[in-house]
């Protein structure tokens, strides 16, 4: 959610643009824009004058020699960090681009998902109408060079860096693809590629599909829409909504995802601010677009601001049952001023709140000790207990909780290491990146030999011994009791890239699904709803 205010003169108020954002990170917030109006009163004279006068001091006497620039710059990021509010920030240099692009799910580039692997940018899979697809790109291709230069030992953001660039500008890159000696050279012009923050959904078993949303950006309603039509056309009669890891995005698009879902007239949210036009109730706009449809949807720690304001919504107006962890609990909101020419100002200036009035802002002495409320909260170790936070209702009566990020009305945590399978983590040691290759290696493999040809492969002893022996091939040796504990967790990894490199992300994400505990509690609660009231009706029994 983000607008540029206009440049203007000092001497003259700006005028007030509101567009209310919330965290593209989890510590973010809301945005909204707004002016400010400079008051020059007598009595406001003398602050100014004393802080030119300590700043030409400065300036003159200081023992080290700093410009004028680095002394406004500094006087600034002082004056932030007073406000002992971690959320209120300058954002500049490649900070402010990446606000950019991440708003806007735009950059200019080659349009394909990388990893890097065995040290080098490894293309997981080219997206669909881009200039990596239509260059003839595919998975497992390494890109060893580009404009001549060699791209061994980049990390993942110097790969991205080095691959984006100006739509309409060329790129020259090497890529060695497995079962070829000779590397292939391409020349691809880059172009505006848009990251959907919806991707394609799947089904799952019987009449259920799910739906990952991740982050909220501009046009997550209008993707989300399109997807879930996709699904019901292929027979979805009930849908998961996956918000987990979510960090949030924009406001306006949060409450648009949930426009979605809910009867015209129904709140989604309400701001509360000290200035003017920072308090404002947003309510749904039109009828809902498939009012027959059972609706849960998955949560957890870090699950921040605008998806919490999503999954507040639903659950406040019953139109879906929350499954999960407690989510992050980021309820304020941040304006954000565009300070030319590439800068921005992020200002706490409101809170906001669910329908039935909660805040879900988390009581925490600084940053950190939000991040440890929550991490405790999700593992179910947490000291302040969910059953102490203030209650409130929803429409139809149902008791929610408030102060602690949006609480489930099912808590389910995420599957936790068994003892063998930590033994297996210690094994492995300091070489988890090996073992990551390993498996990217072998599930390529599978792919050009083509020894995987059904999606319900079982994983054998072969492919488990093809990471192992590759492992061995960089000098990480597994015991065979380390390679008996771990034999589970390293069949899921396994099952996973395979499932990815070879049939596609549809067939990773029907993998995950099946030992996803948060996930097959969503199934189960749906396979007993056949409506929304039905779900409603097994939300309020005990689990």
């Known amino acids: 959610m983000q607008q540029q205010t206009p440049n203007q003169s000092p001497s003259r108020a700006r005028w007030p643009l509101i567009a209310f954002i919330c965290a593209l990170s989890f510590f973010a917030g809301g945005w909204m824009m707004q002016g400010a109006r400079v008051d020059a009163t007598p009595s406001r004279v003398a602050s100014p004058q004393l802080f030119n006068e300590v700043l030409g001091t400065v300036s003159e006497y200081f023992v080290d020699s700093l410009s004028r620039e680095d002394l406004y710059h500094k006087a600034t990021e002082g004056l932030l960090a007073e406000l002992n509010d971690p959320y209120s920030s300058l ?172 009867d015209q007239g129904q709140q989604i949210v309400s701001t509360r601010g000290r200035a003017q036009g920072t308090s404002k109730s947003f309510a749904d706009a039109a009828p809902q677009l498939w009012p027959e449809m059972p609706v849960v949807v998955l949560v957890n720690e870090y699950s921040a601001s605008a998806a919490e304001i999503i999954a507040g919504a639903l659950q406040d107006n019953d139109r879906a049952v929350v499954v999960g ?19 921005a100002l ?120 093809a990471v192992v022996a590759r492992l061995a091939a960089k000098g990480v040796t597994l015991s065979p009791g380390a390679q008996a504990a771990g034999r589970s967790l390293m069949d899921e990894h396994i099952a996973f890239e395979v499932a990815r490199y070879v049939f596609g992300r549809e067939a990773e994400l029907r993998r995950r699904a099946a030992s996803d505990p948060q996930v097959q509690a969503g199934v189960t609660l749906l396979d007993a709803s056949p409506t929304p009231a039905a779900l409603m009706l097994q939300a309020s029994r005990a689990p």
């Not at 001023?337 to 590439?342: E, G, H, M, T, V």
């Not at 073992?435 to 492919?463: H, P």
């Open 91 to 262: 954002v500049e240099g490649d900070d402010y681009k990446q606000l950019i692009e991440a708003t806007t799910g735009n950059y200019g580039g080659l349009g394909m998902q990388i990893d890097v692997r065995d040290g080098w940018i490894t293309v997981v899979a080219p997206l669909p109408d881009t200039p990596a697809e239509r260059a003839g790109l595919q998975a497992g291709d390494q890109v060893v060079e580009v404009d001549g230069k060699t791209t061994q030992g980049l990390k993942q953001d110097e790969a991205l860096k080095v691959l984006r660039g100006a739509p309409g500008t060329k790129i020259e890159i090497k890529v060695r693809r497995p079962g070829l000696a000779a590397l292939l050279p391409f020349t691809i012009v880059r172009e505006t590629i848009h990251n959907r923050s919806v991707q394609p959904g799947t089904m799952l078993q019987g009449s259920t599909g799910i739906v990952v949303l991740n982050p909220v950006s501009e046009t997550s309603a209008s993707e989300l829409k399109e997807e879930i039509n996709n699904l019901r056309k292929q027979g979805m009669k009930r849908l998961i909504l996956d918000l987990r890891a979510n960090p949030g995005g924009l406001l306006d698009q949060g409450v648009a995802v949930s426009d979605l879902f809910l």
């Open 346 to 465: 992020k200002l706490t200036t409101a809170r906001w709140y669910t329908p039935s009035g909660r805040t879900i802002q988390r009581t925490a002495k600084n940053e950190a000790d939000q991040v440890r409320q929550v991490q405790l909260q999700a593992a179910g170790t947490d000291s302040a207990r969910v059953d102490t936070l203030p209650t409130f209702k929803t429409v139809g009566g149902r008791t929610v909780k408030g102060g602690g990020g949006i609480v489930p009305d099912r808590i389910v945590r995420a599957d936790t290491l068994t003892d063998p399978e930590k033994e297996f983590g210690k094994a492995l040691g300091s070489d988890v990146a090996s073992y990551r290759d390993a498996l990217v290696a072998t599930a390529i493999d599978a792919k050009q030999k083509r020894t995987v040809t059904s999606e319900a492969f079982v994983v054998d002893d072969a492919l488990r011994q």
């Open 325 to 343: 962890t407690p989510t992050f609990g980021k309820g304020l909101v941040q304006s954000l001023f565009r300070l030319p020419p590439n800068r």
